[in-house]
């Protein structure tokens, strides 16, 4: 499994480097949309919708959504849409806590979870949008963001390998520990201290950086458990299986999902209080 993960993050990495440093904001805005509607498509089966036609008009209709985002991303509902989805994770929370909630394969049940899956990928989408759009490097702080997120990921996993023994949330995830958390927050905050050093960011923003990335990074963690839960309630072990190693789009995405609104909002705030 660690070779097939190693050889698939190989290929996937340049690719995905190219794509955010090099490739103008309406190109990748297209790209991610298209990764995030096939996460879409591969949630609402998780969520208990059988009929592929449903599934379809379902991404249709987020399809529709996300040039609508794209219309009114320079304008103040913007925001209101980023902060939508990071108050969804706030609330996820409380339904890691109660993990036996919208279990039961109801209409009711699938609904809740559809309505997840838009306050958890439509703002997530639109946050990476502004940063990557930004005036001030962008392309360079979107890219940041990402493999922020996944170098987290990846110490989580060496971590949790060498000295997991404290099962983080068992119920959940069997195989995810506190040491692997631990990891996650370390390597980000390493990365992100080292990253705002070459930016030439330095004293209290520096500090606030580095408490940005781990805040982002706690984020993170919730999406990966929420999707853990929505899977175990669904009865599989992957969300899909497009990438050897990694499983689906899904798995790969749900720490991405929570993350980006929390850390491009942060930063956002964080640009008004150093701005002269």
């Given at each position: 499994m660690l070779k097939q993960r190693t050889l698939t993050a190989l290929v996937l990495a340049p690719l995905a480097v190219a794509i955010i440093l090099f490739l103008p904001t309406t190109v990748v805005a297209a790209i991610i949309a298209v990764l995030c509607l096939l996460a879409l498509w591969e949630w609402t089966r998780l969520a208990g919708v059988g009929s592929r036609a449903w599934r379809g008009g379902i991404v249709a209709v987020n399809a529709l959504l996300f040039a609508v985002l794209w219309r009114v991303r320079d304008q103040p509902a913007a925001w209101c849409v980023i902060g939508a989805g990071i108050?969804?994770?706030?609330?996820?929370l409380l339904w890691l806590r109660n993990f036996t909630y919208?279990?039961?394969?109801?209409?009711e049940n699938t609904a809740v979870k559809l309505v997840a899956a838009e306050v958890a990928i439509l703002p997530a989408w639109l946050a990476l949008m502004k940063?990557?759009?930004g005036p001030d490097h962008g392309h360079a702080w979107a890219l940041f963001a990402l493999v922020l997120i996944w170098a987290a990921d990846t110490a989580a996993f060496f971590a949790g390998k060498r000295f997991g023994t404290t099962k983080l949330a068992p119920k959940i995830s069997p195989n995810k520990t506190t040491a692997g958390a631990w990891g996650a927050l370390a390597g980000a905050g390493a990365l992100a201290a080292v990253w705002g050093w070459l930016a030439e960011v330095r004293g209290a923003a520096l500090v606030a950086l580095v408490g940005l990335a781990l805040l982002a990074i706690a984020a993170s963690i919730v999406g990966d458990l929420f999707e853990s839960l929505i899977k175990r309630q669904a009865n599989v072990k992957d969300s899909g299986?497009?990438?050897p190693g990694h499983g689906g789009l899904l798995d790969r995405l749900d720490s991405l999902f929570a993350a980006l609104p929390v850390f491009v909002a942060g930063k956002a705030l964080l640009d008004l209080a150093l701005r002269p």
């Open positions: 108050l969804w994770w706030l609330l996820a919208a279990a039961a394969p109801t209409r940063i990557h759009e299986t497009l990438f």
